[in-house]
């Protein structure tokens, strides 16, 4: 359960995806943020916006790590390889 979150915005989406693959095969929960953007949101397709390549790219980077006050040193450690296997 991840009560609260680190945002790390990595390089690229693809290191993005693998830090997120390796992460889950050792147990840790993370959340992807801005999935999906509101301007691609079902609820608000018919809607017309301006463009948001900032948003785009930054949706396609970010991923949130367990980072709370009751996070043990195992779970530390946890993300702590998983992330250095990647990053």
């Excluded at 943020?33 to 809607?47: K, V």
Aim: glycine content about 6%.
């Amino acid at each position: 359960c991840v009560r609260s979150v680190c945002c790390l915005r990595l390089d690229s989406l693809e290191r993005r995806n693998r830090a997120e693959r390796v992460l889950d095969d050792g147990g840790v929960a993370t959340r992807r943020w801005y999935l999906p953007l509101i301007n691609r949101h079902p609820a608000f397709l018919g809607i017309q916006h301006r463009p948001t390549p900032v948003a785009n790219e930054l949706a396609e980077r970010l991923l949130g790590v367990p980072f709370h006050l009751d996070l043990d040193h195992v779970a530390q450690a946890a993300v702590v390889a998983g992330l250095s296997s990647v990053v």
